[in-house]
């Protein structure tokens, strides 16, 4: 099981961090996804800490403990969002996402 | 760029089974170097991951749906399929397609199919 916090508010130009705690997560690679109203998720960091292509340099991610962490810098009101982590359950071979974190930009 | 395209029937009755396919365009299924995965929404809530299949046509399920998931993957049409048992309301979701990458997560998604079982 993967935790987020249900939401999030903070004004233009702050800094997000949206946490992902779960059980042994530091065994697993965390993957976090960027889902805008009415679109599909898209991946914004893999691998813990790495950015896809065409992802700005503003969102970041790390991992300490039993605690994965998408951080978000310089808000802009298109970062408006909801968030979603992601680790393989290698116990049971199966992907688990968090429940999600809703970004509202004020 | 690969490119995911969900299909499906849209609306089906409950108890019964829904079929969806998913066509690959941009990259080959067949090379073999990617699994594909299903995924669903219902409105407002959160991810939950059904299932992911190679072009081996090895499969993995979410613990939670495996009695009722099957799939099965075309390499000749470049699509890959689903199947969901009795369904009941608590299957209308959006379904989505995408590609596993080999390092990590999903990097490619579909637009998405909507179900809804009524």
């Known amino acids: 099981v993967l935790t987020q916090p249900p939401s999030m508010s903070l004004v233009p130009g702050k800094t997000a961090t949206i946490t992902c705690a779960g059980n042994n997560i530091g065994d697993y690679s965390v993957h976090w996804y960027q889902q805008r109203p009415g679109q599909a998720p898209v991946m914004v960091i893999f691998?813990?800490?790495d950015r896809p292509s065409g992802i700005p340099e503003r969102f970041s991610g790390s991992k300490s403990g039993n605690t994965a962490t998408l951080t978000i810098s310089r808000v802009e009101a298109g970062d408006e969002a909801d968030y979603f982590c992601?680790?393989?359950?290698?116990?049971?071979?199966?992907?688990?996402f968090g429940g999600g974190t809703k970004l509202t930009v004020l | 760029q690969v490119q995911l395209q969900e299909s499906g029937p849209g609306l089906v009755k409950p108890s019964q089974t829904v079929s969806l396919t998913c066509n690959v365009s941009g990259g080959s299924i067949g090379s073999g170097i990617y699994y594909w995965s299903w995924i669903r929404q219902p409105a407002g809530k959160g991810l939950e991951w059904i299932g992911r299949?190679?072009?081996?046509?090895?499969?993995r399920s979410n613990p939670s749906l495996k009695s009722r998931v099957s799939m099965s993957v075309d390499v000749s049409k470049n699509q890959f399929s689903l199947k969901l048992t009795s369904v009941t309301a608590a299957d209308t979701a959006m379904y989505y397609c995408?590609?596993?990458?080999?390092?990590?997560?999903?990097?490619?998604w579909g637009h998405g199919t909507q179900v809804i079982v009524s």
């Open positions: 995408a590609r596993d990458s080999p390092y990590g997560g999903n990097d490619n």
């Open positions: 691998y813990d800490s």
């Open positions: 299949i190679h072009a081996s046509g090895d499969t």
């Open positions: 992601q680790a393989w359950e290698s116990g049971s071979d199966h992907w688990v």
